[in-house]
């Protein structure tokens, strides 16, 4: 899928610039976790489960924070998916689901993402640190 690299960049970002705006307020996100919904710097937040809804003037962008294994993104195809469909940045872009896990599962074979492992079984959830190995 073409511009998969920019999109996931753009992704870890939006969720980035909102951890930002977390530390800014001198809290951890475990504060905002416990709040569970809210808003900050035009963020609205809902937390849930094992994951986190954010939006942002339209754009919808969900993560996964648990399980806690050094990997602080986890996503799947379904919420790349949503995120590039409810994007400013990408209105020209018509992904299905298919395509977006088959260029995922690319960047998990470069070495740029990595699938969740849990007692030795992989799962198609995608995990990043950061995006320096995107530059």
Known sequence: MKNI???VVD???FIQNYKDLIKEQNKDESYFIKERKGEIGGY????HGAGCRLEKEGTACEFDYLPENGFPVK???WEIYEFINTSRKWPELNPNLDDIHISLMALVQQNKLFLLELDGVKFPVFQMKDVTLFN
């Open 5 to 7: 690299e920019n999109i």
């Open 11 to 13: 992704y870890y970002e």
């Open 44 to 47: 609205k937040f809902w937390y």
């Open 75 to 77: 996503f799947t195809n």
